[in-house]
Structures are given as structure tokens and as C-alpha cells.
């Protein structure tokens, strides 16, 4: 149980596009879910936190406007990086809180790679 | 404010011996502290985690950790390294004061020689 997926795992697209990428909870709901950058040989950044029904809170330093963050249901969040640039390619991880414990716990994704060319 | 430090960026280590991966961290309430393991090109696995109770903790694959308070130290252990343990591991720290936002080391690259 508690398996998240992401989609695409890996993405190329030429600058200016737009590239959306989901984040699923498979087996359970989660009411929040998180979005991480990784560059390589990095560790995790936190990009913002998606609250199912409102509004994502962004961290200090990303653009809420070039990382649209979208939770419309409980299983499902969505990333999309608008008009990417070749310095956005990274390594985008989700994460969603959920669990029967009382800490809910965050299971992480696979990660997506995007490549900006 | 929240924080987590791995010293060690890279450590090389013979396949078969022991290992230990440092973690420390800097946090206002008591923590809960977890340890994950990243292959090239992956998410995260979550090796082990400490929430409260005995301060060693047994994870997958062999690894435990201590998590010691006097020392804000959660070190990550294992007595014999197989080839296949090569990755980069993360300490982190969660939940904040203000949320359920988890604060992650830098991380510490593993290589194993046979």
C-alpha cells in the first residue's frame, strides 16, 4: 500500500512550452501533497505544498506563477512548468501525506525527469 | 529554524564492511527523523524512520540507525555493505512547526568497492 506515481517519468520538451506533470496516490487519499526539485548531486528542495481544494502554499523563491500547482481531488495533484527554460530542467519529485498513524507520513514518487532544451 | 546536516558528501567503503552515515540535525520540538535511499534516476525508498520509543531503529535491507538526543545525532548503520547498497542517501526531519514540511539533508553518496 501507499504507492505514488508520477507522470511522465521523463520529459523533453523545447523552451517556451508548457509541460504538466501528475502526481497519484494509488491505494489512499491524500489531503496534502508536496512538490520537490532535485538538481543533481543535490538534495530535495521543497517547491510548494498542495492542499486538496485550495490553494498550493509556494516556498520563498518560487514562482507561483511559472509552477502552477493544481490538487483537484484527492488522489491527484498536478505540476505544470509554464514556459520552460533550459535552467527549469530538473528532477521533479511529489510526495503525498497519508496513513492511519497519527503522523501521517509522506510516501514520495518515482520522480520526473525534465530535460528544457 | 529546521535543519539538517549530512557531513559527509562521499564515503567509499569495501563490500563487506561496516558502514555508518552521519546525520544531524537542528530542530525546536522533539523530531521525528527518517532515512532514505535514492538509486540514480529514482524517488525515494524509506530505509527507516523514528518517531518515539527505542532510540534504535531497524530498517529494510539491513540498515538501523540511533537516534541520540544529546547529541541531535540519527546515524545510519549497517555491519556488512553489499555491492548493491551503492546510492545516495538522505537524512531528514518532520514535520515543522507550521506544517507537515519535511527539511532534508544534503545527502551522502555511497560507493562500495568490491
Known amino acids: 500500500g501507499a504507492v505514488v506515481s508520477q507522470h511522465p517519468s521523463r520529459v523533453i520538451c523545447k523552451s517556451g512550452t508548457s509541460v504538466k506533470i501528475e502526481c497519484r496516490s494509488l491505494d489512499f487519499q491524500a489531503t496534502t501533497m508536496f512538490w520537490y526539485r532535485q538538481f543533481p548531486k543535490q538534495s530535495l528542495m521543497l517547491m510548494a505544498t498542495s492542499n486538496e481544494g485550495s490553494k498550493a502554499t509556494y516556498e520563498q523563491g518560487v514562482e507561483k506563477d511559472k509552477f502552477l500547482i493544481n490538487h483537484a481531488s484527492l488522489t491527484l495533484s498536478t505540476l505544470t512548468v509554464t514556459s520552460a527554460h533550459p535552467e527549469d530542467s530538473s528532477f521533479y519529485i511529489c510526495?503525498?501525506?497519508?496513513?492511519?498513524?497519527?503522523?501521517?507520513?509522506?510516501?514520495f514518487g518515482p520522480g520526473t525527469r525534465l530535460t528544457v532544451l | 529554524a529546521q535543519s539538517v546536516t549530512q557531513p559527509d558528501i562521499h564515503i567509499t567503503v569495501s563490500e563487506g564492511a561496516s558502514l555508518e552515515l552521519r546525520c544531524n540535525y537542528s530542530?525546536?520540538?522533539?523530531?521525528?527523523l527518517f532515512w532514505y535511499v535514492q538509486s540514480p534516476g529514482q524517488g525515494l525508498q524509506l530505509l527507516l524512520k523514528y518517531f518515539s520509543g527505542d532510540t534504535l531503529v531497524q530498517g529494510i535491507k539491513g540498515f538501523e540507525a540511533e537516534f541520540k538526543r544529546s547529541q541531535s545525532s540519527f546515524n545510519l548503520r549497517k555491519p556488512s555493505v553489499h555491492w548493491s547498497d551503492a546510492a545516495e542517501y538522505f537524512c531528514a526531519v518532520g514535520p515543522s512547526n507550521t506544517g507537515n514540511q519535511f527539511y532534508f539533508g544534503t545527502g551522502t553518496s555511497l560507493t562500495v568497492i568490491p
Open positions: 510526495s503525498a501525506e497519508g496513513g492511519s498513524n497519527s503522523y501521517n507520513e509522506q510516501f
Open positions: 530542530y525546536g520540538a522533539t523530531p521525528y
